[in-house]
């Protein structure tokens, strides 16, 4: 009912910036709360900002400062914007959507995801 669908992964130098995009198709009556998450092998997938529908914003400390989270609810589309990139945040980056559905169910979902990697 939610598909998601990141863009903007690629590979960038230390201190280099990025933008991630997630847009959100499907039905479903609302978008509550979108999120990026990253996960490299062997390790647990990680938040690193979430956004409500009218715009609260938390992040993980391991972004705060250089990771920004917007939204453009028109749209049904998330953004991260990245800056100062350092090697340790090469990881895989999903989307991730908390909708609610025309028949008032909750309905979680994820994107397949997309690679940022960082060189030195």
């Known amino acids: 009912q939610v598909r998601l669908v990141e863009s903007g992964g690629s590979l960038v130098q230390t201190g280099g910036s990025l933008r991630l995009s997630c847009v959100a198709s499907g039905r479903f009556a609302r978008i509550n709360v979108m999120g990026w998450y990253r996960q490299t092998p062997g390790k647990q997938r990680e938040l690193l900002a979430a956004?409500?529908?009218?715009?609260?914003?938390n992040y993980g400390d391991s972004v705060k400062g250089r990771f920004t989270i917007s939204r453009d609810n028109g749209k049904n589309t998330a953004y991260l914007q990245m800056n100062n990139l350092k090697v340790e945040d090469t990881a895989v980056y999903y989307c991730?959507?908390?909708?609610?559905?025309?028949?008032?169910?909750?309905?979680?979902?994820w994107g397949p995801g997309t690679q940022v990697t960082v060189s030195s």
């Open positions: 956004i409500t529908s009218s715009g609260g914003t």
């Open positions: 991730n959507a908390r909708a609610t559905l025309y028949n008032t169910e909750d309905f979680n979902s």
